[in-house]
């Protein structure tokens, strides 16, 4: 019995040690801030635009030099720039600008978000308004802190 | 003729094997609400043949994954109709598990002695729709990798391990190479082998125990072969009609 045990158990023991490997590894957190647009790409009238984020990205065997690791909304109003993440706090979907409405609305589930962010109809499904990203003015360049949240919690929590 | 089957009967005991698949006794007589297992596994079946072609000419790979299956979508002979067989039998699977389901619990066919076997029916009902879930994202079309992702999202609400098991599901931190090639293992490799495992013990408790005929008996007593056998054919050809007419009406899967 125990020899059978032995005999079972080392090749799920090596198989498992594979398989566990992904929680070893640590996303690569926020990094350094990223360069995303010029100030002169972004009008001063309030209105949200989509912009690319570009990095390198590792992605097991292989590293992509300068490919788009996501996407943020800027918008620029009295002086003032926020950077909003394109994912939907609710449940990961790309969020659109809907000007029409003037406010967001996510495809998915129909998450609505005003201008700034946040929740502005109560039977909205997201936990939490959109996420805010912190964003340095360098110059005529634009510069954005990337990272990714969580979905579907009450609290903004970094993805680690 | 004859004595080539007495030759292998003596070999393999194959004439006593089908006697006793083949003449089970159906107490109340073979009737219409039965036939959904059969249709299940008749689907099932399906799934096995067309996913082993498609495993021929698919590649799980995130660089290569999207354009292996348009090409088997658009540039190989019959393609699209392998690939559509393959997503409508999956979509039919669902509404029969369901049928299948509600006849057991109308008949009652999950009270004593056959509670195991009902539990082995909703480990076969986890293990379809799991297949279904890692079978979505392979394409890694738009609608696969977001509907996923959602997927994945949902299951990281888990509390306390939420976030670890999204790890493991998806093979890091971000959607990538081990994604697709840790859904594929499961759909190609485990699941189908769970699912075999399983379904030879759901159909030997079956036997074992006999049908749940409801009383009272409408007609009397009748043999597997050939009257439900007859009923659980034409049923899988009604099956396989419907899912046939949505291959060649949407010709075949979306790729998006």
Redesign the interface.
Known sequence: MAIGAVLGIIPFAGGLAV??D??R???SGPGGPIRVASLSALPEDGIPRKFAVVAD?V????KYPNVPIGAIYLRRREGKIEALHTVCPH???FIDYAPERGSFLCP?HNSTFALDGSINDPNSPSPRGMDPLEVEVRGNDIYVTFQNF????HDRIP?? | MKQVIDWIDNRTGARKLTQEALYENVPGGARWRYVWGSTLTFALFIQFVTGIFLWMAYSPGSQTAWASVYYIQYEMAGGWFLRGLHHFTAQAMTVLLALHLMQVVIDGAYKAPREVNFWFGLVLLLLVLALSLTGYLLPWDQKGYWATKVATNIAAITPVIGPSLQKLIVGGSDYGHHTLTRFFALHAGVLPAMIIAMLVGHIYLFRKHGITAKKPYKKPDAAFWPDQVLKDAVACLAVLAVILFFVIRYRGAELS
């Open positions: 398989y566990f992904p929680l590894r640590k996303s990205r992605d097991a065997w292989n449940a990961g979907c998915c969580r979905a579907g919690t993805e680690a």
